[in-house]
């Protein structure tokens, strides 16, 4: 599975790539997600429920950040496990400033396999663009609260 997009902050690129590197933000952005812990330089874990269609499914994840370049861009790595399946993947993010704003763009290829992959392609791809597009908004609220803050 494939997903790839852009998303537009009003913030400068600086203060998105520090929300994005923030473990508690991307715990509480997250769908699902019951917050991230760190276990080791930028190596995280998660317990994350998920549901795509008709299958419900929890999952023990496992998150790493590499060839991190500030504040410009970083790779994830994932993989999950639990009782409804299995997944891989990695991704990109890349930070572009553009005027006083910032563009995100992201990147990501999964492999996902067990009950959860049983739904189809189609399904998890929709299920996929819905995660991502929820993390998105929740991470522009968390910029716009920062910027408030000041």
């Not at 998303?7 to 699902?32: K, N, Q, T």
């Not at 190596?43 to 998150?63: C, D, I, M, T």
């Not at 790493?64 to 970083?74: C, G």
Request: aromatic letters at 6%; proline letters at 3%.
């Amino acid at each position: 599975m494939h997903i790839e997009g852009s998303y537009d902050f009003e913030s400068e690129r600086e203060l998105v790539w520090d929300v994005l590197m923030d473990i508690d933000v991307l715990g509480a952005i997250i769908p699902g997600s019951k917050g991230l812990e760190a276990i080791g330089e930028n190596k995280y874990q998660s317990k994350l429920a998920v549901r795509v269609g008709p299958v419900n499914g929890k999952f023990e994840s496992k998150f790493e950040l590499v060839d991190i370049d500030k504040p410009e861009s970083y790779r994830i790595l994932v993989e999950g496990k639990g009782p409804a399946g299995h997944v891989t993947g990695e991704g990109t993010i890349r930070l572009a400033q553009d005027g006083s704003g910032t563009v995100m763009h992201y990147a990501g290829d999964a492999r996902i396999g067990g009950k959860i992959a049983a739904v189809g392609q189609r399904l998890l791809d929709v299920a996929a663009k819905q995660i991502a597009k929820q993390a998105l908004k929740k991470l522009s609220k968390q910029i716009e609260a920062r910027l408030v803050a000041g």
